[in-house]
């Protein structure tokens, strides 16, 4: 998910956060367990020598600096610098019951990372004529769906893609109390036409940009009526081809997050845990839905960015089609279909955040250098603490 409250808290862009990276043998701080570094040729595109030593300390330090500012109790990143090696860290706790320590390889719920699979699934079809980006909602989906849109006749899946429909957010007050409450619920495609209903739409259809999860979770039905499969099919097809070997779209019903580290939701003082929220909860707008590494991400961003995940060079070239979407809070500068552009300082970034029950992260290619790199820390609400900084380390490297 995205706003409102599982949620990117970027309160303060000078706030520390927590991170980690690809596994290293020298990496400083603890190396990771033997099966994620011999993975690691396979998660990374980089090879040669090391990230100089001066580079992977000043990665740990701000890693260890974060963890202790209190962004999370864990964290972790993987960095793949096409000149040098894959390096990896981690610092802080994955689980507060035990103290175990938080692992490289330890997994997580991406949230709203899984729009980017999710438009590459539409993508694919739209590259072998079997879907228009032009074609309305009501040329997709049923009326029993579209009826509860309005103005369902003038949204295409273009709009859905880039947040230009006008769709209201679902995801709400109510909404983040009803998961506390009940985090074992399993969601409907009713529950959130009935939240998106309760709230006005921010602009005609195409007549501006807000992102809104209705809008993928409508993508995913689209996805599941063309394809005459579940969405989750098609996604899993996408991460395949990507060659990610440590993601997994659990369905719902399956709320457990097996080999993750717990997720945390700070909640009157203390940090709950809320790592069994069922995967239907914002369905293919992200959420539970896809769990994941941070290895993979990278592995997925560096597959589609170079155009690996489609059968045809302009289709990547229409996926980075960008609209301006300014959320200066966050360094956003445009949004694309499932693809954001963002901007701190001289760096600028392509990718996309994640924020869920429990877990905050992104994935994101410096588009000047190539470096491709994605953390998560396990605990909701302070992904600008885990961007910023990491951001003006990736912006220090050689």
């Given at each position: 998910m995205h706003p409102p409250r599982f949620a990117l808290g970027f309160t303060s862009l000078l706030a520390l956060a927590a991170w980690s990276g690809c596994a290293d043998p020298d990496t400083p701080g603890g190396a990771a367990p033997g099966?994620?570094?011999?993975?690691?040729?396979?998660?990374?595109?980089?090879s040669g020598p090391p990230l100089p030593a001066?580079?992977?300390?000043?990665?740990?330090?701000?890693?260890?600096?974060?963890?202790?500012?209190?962004?999370?109790?864990?964290?972790?990143?993987?960095?793949?610098?096409?000149?040098?090696?894959?390096?990896?860290?981690?610092?802080?706790?994955?689980?507060?019951?035990?103290?175990?320590?938080?692992?490289?390889?330890d997994r997580f719920r991406a949230g709203s990372m899984l729009k980017l699979a999710v438009a590459a699934a539409l993508l694919q079809l739209v590259e072998h004529g079997e879907l228009s980006l032009d074609a309305r909602l009501t040329q997709l989906l049923p009326p029993a769906i579209t009826s509860r849109v309005a103005e369902a006749e003038n949204i295409t899946l273009r709009m859905l893609l880039s947040h230009t429909g006008g769709v209201p957010e679902p995801v709400d007050a109510a909404f983040h109390a009803a998961v506390f409450q009940d985090p074992a619920k399993i969601?409907?495609?009713?529950?959130?036409?009935?939240?998106?209903?309760?709230?006005?739409?921010?602009?005609?259809?195409?007549?501006?940009w807000a992102y809104s999860?209705?809008?993928?979770?409508?993508?995913?039905?689209?996805l599941t009526a063309a394809s005459r499969a579940p969405w989750r099919d098609s996604v899993k097809r996408v991460l395949d081809r990507a060659g990610l070997t440590h993601s997994s779209l659990p369905r719902p019903g399956h709320a457990?997050?097996?080999g993750c580290a717990r997720g945390y939701e700070p909640l009157a003082g203390e940090l709950v845990d809320l790592t069994e929220v069922?995967?239907?909860?914002?369905?293919?707008?992200?959420?539970?839905a896809l769990v994941t590494t941070t290895a993979d991400l990278v592995r997925f961003l560096r597959a589609l960015l170079a155009g690996a995940l489609f059968d045809r060079p302009g289709t990547l070239a229409i996926m980075t089609g960008f609209v301006d979407a300014p959320l200066p809070q966050e360094g956003q500068t445009q949004y694309g279909l499932g693809l954001a552009r963002f901007q701190f300082g001289d760096l600028e970034l392509i990718g996309h955040y994640g924020s869920t029950a429990g877990y905050n992260g992104f994935v994101l290619q410096d588009t000047a250098t190539g470096v491709v790199f994605a953390g998560s820390i396990n605990q909701d609400g302070g992904l600008g603490a885990l961007v910023v900084p990491v951001v003006q380390a990736v912006g220090r490297l050689p």
């Open positions: 099966p994620l570094l011999a993975d690691t040729a396979a998660a990374c595109a980089s001066a580079a992977r300390s000043d990665l740990q330090h701000t890693l260890d600096a974060i963890v202790a500012g209190g962004a999370a109790p864990g964290a972790i990143l993987t960095l793949d610098h096409p000149s040098y090696r894959a390096f990896s860290a981690a610092s802080g706790i994955a689980d507060l019951a035990t103290g175990q320590a938080i692992d490289p390889g969601w409907t495609l009713d529950d959130y036409l009935t939240l998106s209903a309760a709230h006005p739409r921010p602009f005609p259809p195409g007549a501006g999860n209705m809008d993928y979770i409508l993508a995913g039905e689209i457990a997050c097996d069922d995967p239907s909860m914002a369905g293919a707008a992200g959420g539970g």
